[in-house]
């Protein structure tokens, strides 16, 4: 278990004036990832950054770019994060209408492709594509903000879908409000891949903070 844990900062909590900086950073401090929270003000309450952004910090970190979509109509800008340098993208079940073809475009720009679900949609709805998919991003927030608190229901839902996902491939993602307290939790659950914001900033050392998380995962 403990090899098999990524530990993915949340780049939203970090200093944005300072991307760059903060990607070196993260990447020394043993980081495995980095999350990118995609908001358009229409699927989510809140606005974030796009592509230029993502094609700046591409330029500075040769870490795997994990772009989470909370964004309606993602498929109309699938092309654009593959060039923008995403390596992962993952698109809400609730926003793709036609989540089968999204999943197989995602994987044809060579791109890995996640479905990413609320905490209010039931997970039969990811039946259809449970071979389709890489990863399942279970959101334990509302997604929109950092910060929020983490919801306990995410956890018999990353057992249930654990169960779903049966003998197949597609990995596990939680993200929102994950920090040292619930990290065991999450990964004794069967979360593998850790999106972490605000659990990880609040350390001033990220080396310390990455350390912490990765020991408190393995449980
Ligand atoms: C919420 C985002 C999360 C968030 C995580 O909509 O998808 O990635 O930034 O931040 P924390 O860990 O602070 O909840
Ligand atoms: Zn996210």
């Not at 109309?76 to 079940?93: I, Q």
């Not at 890489?134 to 927030?141: G, T």
């Not at 983490?150 to 929102?176: E, H, M, V, W, Y």
Request: charged share 25%; aromatic share 6%; net charge negative.
């Amino acid at each position: 278990m403990k090899n098999t844990i990524q530990i993915a900062p949340s780049l939203l909590a970090s200093d944005l004036a300072r991307l760059a900086d903060e990607a070196k950073a993260l990447e020394v401090a043993g980081a495995d990832l980095l999350h990118l929270d995609i908001m358009d003000g229409h699927f989510v309450p809140n606005i974030t950054f796009g592509f230029p952004v993502i094609e700046a910090l591409r330029r500075h970190t040769s870490l795997t770019l994990d772009a989470h979509l909370m964004i309606e109509d993602a498929d109309r800008y699938l092309e654009d994060f593959a060039k923008a340098g995403c390596d992962w993208l993952s698109v809400h079940v609730e926003a793709c209408p036609h989540l089968n073809r999204t999943l197989a475009r995602i994987r044809e720009l060579g791109m890995k492709a996640g479905v990413a679900i609320n905490p209010g949609t039931s997970l039969a709805s990811l039946d259809a594509v449970i071979d389709d998919a890489d990863y399942f991003l279970i959101m334990s927030v509302n997604p929109g903000f950092g910060g929020q608190k983490f919801l306990p229901s995410a956890l018999p839902r990353l057992r249930d879908l654990k169960k779903r996902i049966g003998t197949g491939k597609a990995r596990l993602q939680i993200d929102g409000g994950i920090k040292k307290e619930n990290i065991g939790e999450a990964v004794k659950a069967g979360a593998e891949i850790l999106v972490i914001g605000t659990g990880l900033f609040s350390f001033k050392d990220y080396k310390e903070g990455v350390t912490t998380l990765r020991q408190a995962a393995a449980v």
